[in-house]
Antibody, heavy 124, light 104 residues
Framework: QVQLVQSGSELKKPGASVKVSCKAS????????MNWVRQAPGQGLEWMGW????????TYAQGFTGRFVFSLDTSVSTAYLQISSLKAEDTAVYYC?????????????????WGQGTLVTVSS | EIVLTQSPATLSLSPGERATLSCRASQSVSSYLAWYQQKPGQAPRLLIY???NRATGIPARFSGSGSGTDFTLTISSLEPEDFAVYYC??????FGQGTKLEIK
C-alpha cells in the first residue's frame, strides 16, 4: 500500500534552516510527481509547488521562491523540503502529497496520497 | 495568477440534508479541479478529481460538477462524518480558502 511518512516536528530559531523529509513506499517513486502544501495554524491550505521525481525538476508557486528548495534522493525514495532563513510566519504544518496520475500521463493531477504532515515551529 | 473563491465560508446544515459547495475560478481551469476534505488534525483527503470523478473509496453521496470557472461539490445526504472543511484546488496550483461544513 502507498505510504508517505514524513519526519518529525521541528522547533527552530528565526534565521535557521530546516529540512523536512517525505519517505515514500508501496509504489515506484520516480513514476509519480510529489507536491508540497503548507498549512499555517488555523489557516487554509497553500500549494507550494511540485517536483518531477523522474527528472528532479522543481516548480515553485508564487511566494515560495528563494528560501524554499525541493529535492530528492531516489535511492531511498525520499523527497525533501528545505527552508532557509526561517521566519516566524513559516510556522506551519508542511505536507508532501503524491499525484494521482503518473508522470508519464502528463498534465495536471490531483493529490491522492498525503503524508501525515510535519509541524515546523519558528520561535526565538 | 488564478484565484479560487469558495462559497459559502461556513455552511450550517443537519445530518440528512443536502450540501452544495461552490468554487469559482478567476479564469478557466478547464476540468483540472479537485475537491478535498480535511478534518481537524488530519491530512486532507481527495474526494473528487478532474471536476467530476470520485476518488477511490469515496461514497456515492459525494459528487462534483462544473467546468471552466464554476464548480460545485454536492453531498446528497449528510452523514455525521461529513462535517469538516472542504477545499477546492486547481491541480498543480492554488487552493480555495475553504468551506467549513458545520452541524446545525
Amino acid at each position: 500500500q502507498v505510504q508517505l511518512v514524513q519526519s518529525g516536528s521541528e522547533l527552530k530559531k528565526p534565521g535557521a534552516s530546516v529540512k523536512v523529509s517525505c519517505k515514500a513506499s508501496g509504489y515506484t517513486f520516480t513514476s509519480y510527481a510529489m507536491n508540497w502544501v503548507r498549512q499555517a495554524p488555523g489557516q487554509g491550505l497553500e500549494w507550494m509547488g511540485w517536483i518531477n521525481t523522474n527528472t528532479g525538476n522543481p516548480t515553485y508557486a508564487q511566494g515560495f521562491t528563494g528560501r524554499f528548495v525541493f529535492s530528492l534522493d531516489t535511492s531511498v525514495s525520499t523527497a525533501y523540503l528545505q527552508i532557509s532563513s526561517l521566519k516566524a510566519e513559516d510556522t506551519a504544518v508542511y505536507y508532501c502529497a503524491r499525484e494521482r496520475k503518473g508522470i508519464a500521463a502528463a498534465g495536471r493531477s490531483a493529490l491522492n496520497y498525503w503524508g501525515q504532515g510535519t509541524l515546523v515551529t519558528v520561535s526565538s | 495568477e488564478i484565484v479560487l473563491t469558495q462559497s459559502p465560508a461556513t455552511l450550517s446544515l443537519s445530518p440528512g440534508e443536502r450540501a452544495t459547495l461552490s468554487c469559482r475560478a478567476s479564469q478557466s481551469v478547464s476540468s483540472y479541479l479537485a475537491w478535498y476534505q480535511q478534518k481537524p488534525g488530519q491530512a486532507p483527503r481527495l474526494l473528487i478529481y478532474d471536476a467530476s470523478n470520485r476518488a477511490t473509496g469515496i461514497p456515492a453521496r459525494f459528487s462534483g460538477s462544473g467546468s471552466g470557472t464554476d464548480f460545485t461539490l454536492t453531498i446528497s445526504s449528510l452523514e455525521p462524518e461529513d462535517f469538516a472543511v472542504y477545499y477546492c484546488q486547481q491541480s498543480r496550483n492554488t487552493f480555495g480558502q475553504g468551506t467549513k461544513l458545520e452541524i446545525k
